[in-house]
């Protein structure tokens, strides 16, 4: 299994663009979620979703956008990018709101 | 609302010495707490929970304990290494196992010097 995947790794973005960040998962999870770190912050839940066809809002919500198509894929929007943006962010996914399994993380700058 | 506060934002200790880092949180009705610890450049992995029916749990060298009352829980490192240096983040969990979110901890950077 390659269990949580994330693509990019990295990503340049100028203000005012959009992109998609990429989430899957080969574990049959019903449970994923989207975190951003930044310095000092911790981690910071964006979206999350507790199966296919539903998402719900976490901490900071907004700027994203999320969908859950289907139990394997969970990619995030930003619909406009922001310099605020600049970050870490991770996926994670798990059989329910137990153990997460993070992916390797996306690092995302925005200029 | 949901928080969780993690202190302190960093540790410094002798190798061999102890570590205690520790959580507060707010929700009363969660009943979920998991530590995990981030390596430079690697993902957050899970390294001990515990579920409030429980107030203490141990796995080597790593125990967590629990207050319910206080509303707070800790990690207790023992016998520290060198390769225990990580972030560690505590977090809890804010509504049901199933439909409920992880609300973590701004995160504790552990220095162990040998």
Known sequence: ?111 | GENVEQHPSTLSVQEGDSAVIKCTYSDSASNYFPWYKQELGKRPQLIIDIRSNVGEKKDQRIAVTLNKTAKHFSLHITETQPEDSAVYFCAALHGSSNTGKLIFGQGTTLQVKP
């Not at chain 1, 899957?24 to 979703?49: F, T, V």
């Not at chain 1, 137990?98 to 690092?107: I, V």
Request: aromatic content about 10%.
């Open chain 1, 1 to 111: 299994n390659a269990g949580v995947t994330q693509t990019p790794k990295f990503q340049v973005l100028k203000t005012g663009q959009s992109m998609t960040l990429q989430c899957a998962q080969d574990m049959n999870h019903e449970y994923m979620s989207w975190y951003r770190q930044d310095p000092g912050m911790g981690l910071r839940l964006i979206h999350y979703s507790v199966g296919a066809g539903i998402t719900d809002q976490g901490e900071v919500p907004n700027g994203y956008n999320v969908s859950r198509s289907t139990t394997e894929d969970f990619p995030l929007r930003l619909l406009s990018a922001a310099p605020s943006q600049t970050s870490v962010y991770f996926c994670a996914s798990s059989p329910f709101v137990g153990e997460q399994y993070f992916g390797p993380g996306t690092r995302l700058t925005v200029t």
